[in-house]
């Protein structure tokens, strides 16, 4: 593959072709590397900017391949239940949070849940309980991290309506005259 890229950058000034600009009967400008007529007039162009690569890096050897870091795994989150845009009801005081994840999580990364983008809470489970959830829209996400807090896969948000009771107080009595 680099050698093909080599000779794609080695070949590109040869490839360079003349650009001729015409104007058709309806007056729009056609720029084009292939004039139809004698009334093509040639552009000249600006000589391109190149910028030198980066330095080569040396090749690890097998010896190398031991001591390196294993490759970092990427998590496949979803949630479950609730559904996104689900409606909890009124007589349902918590929230119950689903997920399934792919591969099974590893020993030393956690799953992270997070309701409006404040912790929620940091377990191996794949389910947990919000008791007394606060009333209204919220948005849950789910994230796996590793023992450094990199983050290994996160899932799609959901958004949920959380509908509670509003307990409005009587009004306070109105004197009648006498």
Avoid at 121 to 145: C, F, M, S, W, Y
Wanted: net charge negative; glycine share 6%.
């Amino acid at each position: 593959m680099r050698i093909f890229l080599l000779f794609i950058l080695l070949a590109a000034p040869w490839a360079l072709a003349d650009v001729y600009k015409t104007v058709d009967k309806d007056g729009r400008v056609i720029y084009t590397d292939n004039p139809k007529d004698d009334k093509a007039k040639k552009v000249e162009l600006r000589e391109i900017n190149t910028v030198p690569g980066a330095p080569p890096t040396p090749q690890s050897t097998p010896a190398d391949s031991f001591q390196s870091q294993p490759a970092a795994i990427n998590y496949q989150i979803k949630i479950i239940s609730p559904r996104n845009d689900a409606i909890i009801p009124v007589g349902q005081r918590d929230l119950g949070i689903a997920i399934t994840v792919t591969p099974q999580l590893e020993e030393g990364h956690l799953l992270v849940y997070f309701l409006n983008g404040e912790l929620l809470e940091e377990t191996t489970q794949t389910n947990i309980i919000v008791k007394d959830a606060p009333r209204g829209i919220h948005t849950l996400a789910v994230e796996a991290i590793d023992a450094d807090g990199q983050s290994l896969g996160t899932s799609a948000p959901v958004s949920v309506s959380l509908m509670r009771p509003i307990i409005k107080k009587a009004a306070p009595p109105v004197p009648t005259p006498k």
